[in-house]
């Protein structure tokens, strides 16, 4: 096993040593395609090689903010096999948008002229290009007639372009504000609302350039009334289910943002591939407009098949039949299977192909997403699994229910309320060895059963919400098993996150996470300690999603005692590794990500990422240490202070590579341990390795 292990390592270190150059040389042949293209982008123009770009006069905005306006680039890091190149009776355009950047910003009266061009040789050209910015303009006033049902400030709120900032010379520049002003109008059901602008330039009296007064003319014009409500495109779906998901009704104050939440509603149930309501015969007179609802439905029934090998498990099936939109309600329901021959050996000892044992999961869930009409949901969800563990002997069977409800308390949270009740029977590998079917029997493991109660609130701001770039998202758990539900187990379990996404003025995407959880024991099995909460209901930590430069769920206490390792075996749902970790009863993470394109391969959906991370479980608050939360420290004996410890907080570090897809980002990252640690026991020795790599798909949070 340590000659494997030691093979497996060489050959991971030797990849990974070559992996620069591999990278380099995909990176060298893809940049020369790039300006291959870009050179058929030019073709049939007169086109020079460009040097630099040299700008005088600019005082007010940096070479940097200015060339970032131009459509001519000159020479970057990024892209170090292109040769940048102009055209130079385009150069005209090149100057207006310099000219209208000055004027959208004030600078009425900036003027921009090509000086001269320069030639270094076997470089290429060098524009030198001069700036009069001229004087600013200012606004000093802006005033309002008929304001209507609101006051100043509330217009005020919604605008951008106020008092003392730069007068854009084009009226188009102020489309923002005055759309905004119309869109408060709308929401408060005046649909005809009309907003027009005036600006007067006058000298500034301190001689320092001009000021602009802005009149916004407003006529707010009739509210309008809903009158009727008109449905087509829903062939298959009943209009009730349509009417259910609409905000606003016949009779209601035609208040537009209620238009926007029901469109959003109606995309929300899955079931159409667009949704478009607009106001009708609209009659000015009375005030009254009818809504026509326009709906695209998508297909409602679905299948999945899937046949897949591997070394484990040599052969696997999948299929799944579903249906989104039962007798046109809206109602989901799913059936979904997956079976496999599973040759996995029993405890270090290979089996043949006619000695497998077969695995599978089957699982019916059900959906009514409106409830009697009402916001609350119902789902049902009956599984049955057999999963064989051959590493540890043991053949485990499971099943169980989940039933409970979802609901939307606002726009941005949601809950879920369910009951749960899972129920583990295991039984001893028909060719495990004797030795372990009498331990099996010592133990007197048997089946068990837990009974609980779950809650979830989500709060959602993400501006996507599966590639987001902006917003805030957390999550809250609580679980209460066992007590007046009997069972097996009595304990509580709760957990918080918190996500936050930020754009960065360098590029990217900043992620950060936080994360803590706790679960405790109580009555019957308050006595048992830590143990009193299941194997599969602790917390563990390590791996694609939590601590990179560690290996799946590896952090925290480790299984040592043989008695110990049998009966979590026999209890436990989930597959147990030789030497496994035992999981933890309070956990922390920390997470700090930035999410950038790749120069090159940006436009083939190619990303990568800059990580910082940490994280571990423990068995008991009293092990959690200020010590333990140092940056650094060495996988030496168990006796030495400086060497990591079991409650030792744990860092890594590391890069990854994305590739976007439809289904979200392939990924692959590595990791470095920053605190590793060494395993002892009676029959092996183990350290962390020196860097881990990670292949999975989505975002780790």
Sequence with gaps: MKDKQRCTTTGIASGFKTLPVILWTVLAVLSFQVALADEELDFGLATNNLERIDLVGNNTFSDNDLKSVLRIREHTWTRPLNVPKYSPHLMDTQLALIRNYYRHRGFHQA?????????????????????????????????????????????????????????????????????????????????????????????????????????????????????????????????????????????????????????????????????????????????????????????????ELGVGIGSTERIRLLAAWGHKNLWGTGRRVEVRGRTSWNLEDVVGNPISFDEGQINYRADINYVNPRLRGSR????????????????????????????????????????????????????????????????????????????????????DHRNDLFRPSNGMYSIGTLKWAGGLMGGDFSFVKGSASWQNYRSVPIGGIVAVRFMVGAAAPYGKSAGLGPDGVPYDDRFFAGGASTVRGYGHNSLGPQVTDQDELDELNYGSDVLLADNPARGGNYLMLTNLEWRFPLPWLSRWNFSSVLFFEGGNVWESLSDIRMTGFRLTSEPSGPQDPGSTKVWDYRYSYGTGIRLDTPFGPVRADVGIPLKRARYLSLEKEHSDPEYVWHFSLGYPF
């Design 111 to 303: 003027h921009v002229q090509l000086d001269s061009i320069s030639t270094i040789v076997d470089k290429g050209d060098v524009l030198h290009i001069s700036i009069v910015e001229g004087p600013r303009t200012f606004i000093r006033l802006i005033e309002f007639t008929n304001k209507g049902i609101f006051s100043e400030a509330q217009l005020r709120e919604t605008m951008v372009l106020l008092e003392g900032q730069p007068a854009p010379l084009s009226l188009n520049s102020f489309g923002g504000d005055i759309y905004a002003l119309r869109g408060l109008f709308r929401d408060k059901t005046y649909l005809d609302a009309r907003v027009r602008l005036s600006m007067k330039i006058f000298d500034n009296p301190d001689s320092t350039g001009f000021v602009a007064d802005l009149l916004y003319d407003i006529n707010p014009g009739k509210p309008y009334f809903v009158r009727n409500i008109f449905l087509t495109g829903n062939l298959d779906t009943k209009d009730d289910l349509l009417l259910r998901e609409m905000t606003i009704h016949s009779g209601d104050p035609l208040r537009w943002h209620q238009v926007e939440d029901s469109r959003r509603q109606l995309l929300a149930t899955a079931l159409f591939r667009d949704a478009i309501i607009l106001p009708a015969a609209v009659d000015t007179s009375s005030g009254m407009a009818d809504l026509e609802v326009s709906v695209i439905e998508r297909k409602p029934a679905y299948y």
């Design 376 to 459: 609350y949901s119902l789902d049902a969800e009956v599984y049955l699994q057999r999963e064989t563990r051959g590493e540890s002997g043991i053949n485990q069977s499971s099943h169980g229910f989940n039933l409970g409800t979802f609901w939307k308390a606002s726009r941005r949270v949601r809950h879920n309320v369910f009951l749960g009740l899972k129920i583990i029977s295991p039984s001893v590998h028909p060719y495990a060895p004797d030795s372990l079917k009498v331990r099996f029997d010592e133990v007197g493991a048997g089946l068990t059963q837990t009974r609980s109660l779950n809650w979830a609130t989500y709060i």
